[in-house]
């Protein structure tokens, strides 16, 4: 039986280098992560969080893959929704790829995937990604598209 | 008239544009609007519950049929689909496509809903899978910046072909049809 799990893909126009600056700087993490701080370094083993605007620790975990450029992934903990804490530790993979694209409308695009996938058990935890992931991320791609995000909140 | 009740959500895909309802109307039913988006897909549609719906290549071939199941404008449009031109495809029963259209802030959510009448295997939806990510990013790319993406249409994923070619041997949903409650 597969664990539970979120995929989500989107295609952005921009480059691998500048989705993966998007993605582990702090100031623009921020930016498209509704006011979110992220804390940790783009290598394997370091700890990583995010905190709420009011310095509440929203998630936690550790890098355990980061490949500049193609791949991110963190071990990930809920740390303010005592329900979806219970359900103990998940793996959230980034993974940047260039996309195919028809050369004459010259709209080359890189594709985004990110899965987000329970260890253990449970439904709560998914369910709750499952409504975040979609919000984040269409915030990203309007950020790295536009300049602005898409909403604040 | 469509039994949407039948359907249940295969796959969904949601995204957040910067936009308007009306906006993301237009571009979901007027045909020179889908095909900057739509893998250069026109959308023919008759704007009334149970009107035809057609999918068009860009060299005017059908691509997919089906009719109108919800014209709410700009709130929810809905039409069944079945493919033509491929084969086995077009043998599959019909799967039904909701767009939802709610203001989200100063954004616009909009969910696609791929909806299916039995118990399809992961193998066919992963067609779905595939396309819908590209024509929903080109879509909020088109609004938002007014350029597409214009991302190739891949195919069918590998596996895909085979599976649908043993569920139309098969006809699994004739039999769940049958079999009634569980």
Redesign the interface.
Same mark, same amino acid.
């Given at each position: 039986m597969s664990k539970p799990k979120f995929?989500?893909?989107?295609?952005?126009?921009t480059t691998p280098e500048k989705l993966w600056a998007a993605l582990t700087d702090p100031q623009t993490i921020k930016k498209f992560w509704f006011g979110m701080t992220a804390e940790f370094e783009a290598k394997a083993g370091s700890p990583w969080r995010l905190k709420f605007e009011d310095g509440r620790t929203a998630d936690s975990g550790e890098i355990l893959e980061a490949a500049p450029g193609k791949r991110l992934v963190i071990r990930w903990r809920n740390e303010f929704k005592p329900e979806l804490t219970a359900e103990g530790w998940s793996r959230c993979a980034m993974e940047i790829e260039t996309?195919?694209?028809?050369p004459d409308?010259g709209?080359k695009?890189v594709k985004l995937t990110i899965t987000h996938e329970l260890e253990g058990e449970g439904t709560k935890f998914i369910d709750a990604v499952s409504g975040g992931w979609? %919000?984040v991320l269409?915030?990203l791609?309007?950020l790295l598209?536009?300049g602005?995000v898409?909403?604040? %909140? | 008239m469509v039994d949407i009740a039948k359907f249940k959500p295969g796959t969904v895909y949601?995204?957040? =544009?910067?936009t308007t309802p009306e906006q993301v109307w237009q571009a979901l039913t007027d045909g020179a609007f889908s095909q900057q988006y739509f893998f250069g897909f026109r959308v023919e549609v008759e704007p009334r519950q149970g009107g035809a719906f057609r999918l068009l290549y860009p060299d005017g071939r059908v691509h997919a049929h089906g009719e109108v199941a919800v014209w709410d404008p700009p709130r929810r449009f809905a039409s069944t689909w079945t493919i033509e031109g491929m084969g086995e495809f077009g043998e599959l029963p019909e799967c039904l496509v909701t767009y939802d259209i709610d203001p989200?802030?100063?954004?616009v959510k909009v969910t696609m809903t791929e909806g299916h009448s039995w118990d399809i295997p992961d193998a066919i939806l992963a067609g779905g899978?595939s396309g819908w990510? !590209?024509v929903m990013?080109?879509l909020?790319?088109v609004l938002?910046?007014g350029?597409?993406?214009? =991302? !190739?249409n891949?195919g069918p994923p590998p596996g895909m072909v085979e599976a649908v070619k043993r569920a139309v041997a098969e006809k699994p949903w004739l039999k769940s049809a049958t079999a009634g409650s569980r």
């Open positions: 995929v989500y893909v989107t295609y952005i126009r996309a195919d694209y028809y409308f709209g695009a979609p %919000k269409s915030n791609k309007s598209e536009t602005d898409a909403f604040q %909140k | 949601v995204t957040y =544009i910067a989200s802030g100063e954004s899978r990510p !590209a990013s080109s909020k790319s938002e910046t350029k597409p993406l214009s =991302i !190739a891949e």
